[in-house]
């Protein structure tokens, strides 16, 4: 053997430990990755149901605020009264300012929750089929000035439904103040 030479290199023991140290580095950014989308899903879900309530209560509020003594057009109204809940306080009806019959109810479509508007016949939802809306309960409070609490637990749907749920209560008096 004519001059040879010990060459460096890599043992096989330190091969071994440099890819067991990269196997755990990308293990750990990967599952870190993937906490940050799960989080990033929750809040998104969280805030499309903030905003789904959002809306539809300033809707429902600025018609509440607005809805009048019903002249006796309305069929589910009391004569004379501005508001009446029926089905164990899961309706509220009332005649709006512009005198159409409206009603706020809880339907079931396809699985899901949504908040339905009637007027006048015509139907409508408030709430999007990605939103569940369990338990909605109107309460009157007809001394003095009437005050229709709303409450309700809503949250989405799908996988992020124990980020999203939210119990909401609200307050809204009616401005019409005429005997």
Do not use: H
Not at 41 to 70: C, H, P, W
Not at 71 to 93: H, K, P, Q, R, W
Request: aromatic letters at 12%.
């Amino acid at each position: 053997m004519i001059g040879t030479k010990n060459k460096p290199g890599f043992s096989l023991m330190e091969v071994l430990v440099s890819v067991a140290l990269f196997s755990i580095i990308v293990l750990s950014s990967t599952k870190i990755f993937s906490l940050v989308i799960k989080g990033q899903r929750e809040a998104i879900a969280s805030q499309n149901v903030q905003e789904s309530l959002k809306y539809f209560f300033e809707v429902t509020g600025k018609e509440i605020r607005m809805a009048r003594r019903d002249d006796g057009s309305c069929a589910y109204v009391v004569d004379g009264e501005i508001f009446t809940i029926s089905g164990n306080g899961e309706i509220l009806n009332f005649q709006n300012y512009y005198g159409e019959c409206v009603s706020y109810a809880l339907v079931d479509e396809g699985g899901v929750n949504r908040w339905q508007i009637s007027r006048n016949s015509d139907f409508g939802y408030i709430s999007p089929a990605k939103i569940n809306i369990e338990n909605l309960q109107f309460t009157l409070n007809t001394t003095g000035q009437p005050v229709v609490t709303i409450s309700l637990f809503a949250y989405a749907v799908g996988e992020q439904k124990e980020a999203s749920e939210m119990e909401i209560q609200t307050s809204i008096t009616s401005r019409y103040y005429r005997n």
